[in-house]
């Protein structure tokens, strides 16, 4: 086979790098796949390397199958002994061979999210906590998997998580504790078990940690700026002995640590490994010169990252269009009119793609696609109004304008504790099937009706529902949004969903968004029309499995590793891209790495949209500054495309 010939001489360099720790910063659109694959292929038939003795470690299983079947294909010999794919993966082929060690059978049950939610549901239930103001299952499922990951401090982060909130920290712990002890006497380990007890039994064992640094004569590690602490140290210790590891990655698209990715596992490589040789992709062969230099531009502002530079391969297009419209509303319609028109010049619309930092950015645009009739699929998860949170905060609405509407009214309910489908029936029922919140009597009979632990929460919603008449809030739905989050919702996010910061920026947008009706039941209206007007124009939701044309809606942070012809970035404004709470938080360095994933998704076309104005929910208009990001790309390499108002 000759390497040469069939790869360029940034992948070749990386390709036949000498044993030894490498780093490969494999810029967005180089070859990062093909350098993996090449390098499996390299090392068997140049270096006489056999195929089970090389472990390739990656996020999804379908990357490491498509990696070692093509690896395979190069060199005609079996690639898979077993052990490559995803850390989890690797990590349960481990512990069936000794989990015994660590006081397991090796036949150990791994618990499926569903099982970890009941298991975990049953220590509270045995504990015996206050589950009025208690985190659901799943949301201490993450955290608790986050804080694992990071190999982090259990108790600080619960103290962090569940600081301004009505939730005790230390049931939280005893909580997990119990969990714990339960998974151990079920011989049952649930998913972040899986690298956790891995990473124990190779650092308490030597003889094993001795037999697998000797079965694994290589390791290459996939998407490294992705790891996490207890990842990079299981790697770390499976090379300790040889130092053979190739780690690839950009660190310019690390853009997780919400989810406990660490960077500096990636940008600390040579402290971690000295004598590491680094390598550098830049040669890029998806985007035009004119998008390539927009990225180079958007991300040379970071001060801690591997610098490089994108280099084209392609010819010269157009320039990236910088389009400065009015408000949300004429950023939509500017975008379905160029979505038209590149469809009309040829490009599928399944090959244009909508991106946004936030899934309330596509609030406006979602409902004018359904007007337009344009079909449309959000990658990224429900559309916006079908979200949960979404849903919730809407059936305080529903039920002010429709006190016959049992489907919110059990939606509502069992929002609060100890009440459940059964309740909500007999309590509706005993209202004769109209609940009419705006009276005052009607709070009395349901407080008489309620169980007594669902009383305090509905009397913090109480004022909502009589505010609407004794204050005339029948046109201002914000307003009753806004307090029923401020009155209860907004506690309930934080013990319902893990990522509760997201949801309630998503709310602050929809709150907003409402000054646009007149009345709730124009909103309300608008919304269920629009609905239906996605179900009848064959919009539909991402998981069905349908390919057909039709436009592609996504966040950011689900776009990443993927490509199309014509991409649109939505709201690139102060406060909404950069998020303005991400920058208080933590700066914008992510935001701005997250930028350029944004902009380096896009082949032939890149439209930036940058709204002037934005309503806000007193009524009252706010400009909107360019984001910052804009300000950092010279004008010559924008064309100027406004005018819409």
């Known amino acids: 086979m000759n390497f040469r010939d069939e790869l360029?001489?940034?992948?070749?360099?990386?390709?036949?790098?000498?044993?030894g720790p490498a780093l490969v910063v494999a810029a967005a659109g180089t070859g990062k796949t093909r350098t993996l694959i090449y390098r499996l292929a390299y090392l068997v038939t140049e270096r006489g390397v056999q195929p089970w003795e090389v472990l390739l470690l990656t996020f999804t299983n379908k990357a490491a199958k498509e990696m070692l079947t093509r690896a395979e294909e190069l060199v005609k010999k079996r690639f898979n002994s077993g052990y490559s794919g995803t850390f989890h993966s690797f990590a349960n082929r481990l512990l069936r061979s000794h989990a015994d060690v660590l006081g397991f059978g090796k036949d150990y049950t791994i618990l499926d999210a569903d099982d970890a939610k009941k298991l975990m549901r049953s220590c509270s239930e045995e504990l015996g906590v206050d589950k009025k103001h208690f985190p659901k299952p799943e949301v201490l499922l993450s955290l608790f998997g986050v804080v694992s990951g990071r190999m982090g401090d259990l108790a600080a982060a619960v103290d962090e998580q569940f600081e301004y909130s009505e939730v005790d920290a230390d049931q939280v712990l005893k909580v997990h504790a119990r969990y714990q002890e339960k998974k151990r006497e079920s011989n049952a380990m649930d998913f972040d078990d899986l690298l956790l007890h891995a990473h124990r039994l190779l650092a308490e064992n030597e003889r094993i940690r001795n037999f697998y640094q000797d079965s694994f004569k290589y390791v290459l590690v996939d998407e490294y700026q992705d790891t996490n602490a207890i990842q990079a140290e299981l790697v770390h210790m499976l090379v300790r002995t040889h130092g053979n590891i190739m780690v690839v990655g950009d660190d310019f698209q690390s853009i997780y640590s919400w989810r406990g990715a660490d960077f500096r596992n990636f940008l600390e490589f040579e402290k971690t490994y000295p004598g590491a040789q680094t390598f550098k992709l830049?040669?890029?062969?998806?985007?035009?010169?004119?998008?390539?230099?927009?990225?180079?531009?958007?991300?040379?502002?970071?001060?801690?990252q591997f610098q490089k530079e994108l280099k084209a391969v392609r010819e010269s297009r157009t320039l990236p269009k910088l389009v400065k419209v009015r408000d949300g509303s004429v950023q939509a319609r500017y975008v379905i009119e160029k979505a038209h028109e590149l469809h009309r010049r040829g490009t599928p619309y399944s090959e244009i793609c909508v991106l946004y930092r936030s899934h309330f950015h596509a609030m406006e645009l979602q409902m004018e696609l359904a007007r337009a009739q344009l079909p449309y699929v959000v990658t990224s998860g429900v559309r916006f109004f079908e979200q949960a949170h979404i849903k919730d905060v809407i059936t305080v609405l529903r039920l002010l304008v429709n006190p016959s509407d049992e489907l919110a009214f059990g939606r509502l309910m069992e929002m609060l504790p100890k009440v459940g489908a059964k309740t909500v029936q007999k309590i509706f029922k005993k209202f004769g099937g109209r609940v009419n919140l705006q009276r005052a009597e009607t709070h009395d009979d349901l407080l008489a009706a309620l169980p007594a632990a669902a009383r305090e929460e509905w009397e913090k919603i109480r004022p909502v529902f009589l505010a609407y008449r004794e204050e005339n809030l029948e046109n201002d739905p914000g307003e009753l949004i806004f307090r029923f989050k401020k009155a209860f919702y907004g506690e309930y996010m934080v013990e319902n969903f893990d990522n509760h910061k997201f949801r309630a920026e998503?709310?602050?947008?929809?709150?907003?968004?409402?000054?646009?009706?007149?009345?709730?039941?124009?909103?309300?209206?608008?919304?269920?029309?629009l609905t239906n007007l996605d179900a009848e124009g064959g919009n539909v939701p991402s998981d069905s499995g349908q390919e057909e044309d039709a436009l592609r809606l996504s966040t950011v942070h689900q776009a990443k590793g993927l490509e199309w012809k014509a991409v649109f970035i939505l709201?690139?404004?102060?406060?909404?891209?950069?998020?303005?709470?991400?920058?208080?938080?933590?700066g914008d360095a992510e935001e701005r790495r997250l930028f350029y994933v944004a902009v380096t998704r896009a082949e032939d076309e890149l439209f930036l949209c940058s709204p002037m104005v934005r309503r806000q929910r007193d009524g009252g208009m706010i400009f909107l500054d360019p984001s910052r990001f804009l300000s950092e790309i010279p004008e010559d390499l924008l064309q100027n495309d406004g005018g819409f108002f």
């Open 8 to 19: 360029n001489e940034e992948q070749y360099a990386a390709v036949t790098a000498p044993d």
């Open 282 to 304: 830049q040669i890029n062969y998806r985007s035009t010169p004119e998008i390539l230099d927009v990225a180079n531009e958007v991300i040379a502002g970071n001060p801690e």
């Open 506 to 529: 998503d709310l602050d947008g929809l709150i907003d968004f409402t000054v646009k009706f007149d009345s709730t039941e124009a909103f309300l209206s608008e919304i269920a029309l």
């Open 571 to 586: 709201f690139v404004n102060e406060d909404m891209f950069p998020s303005k709470k991400s920058v208080e938080e933590s």
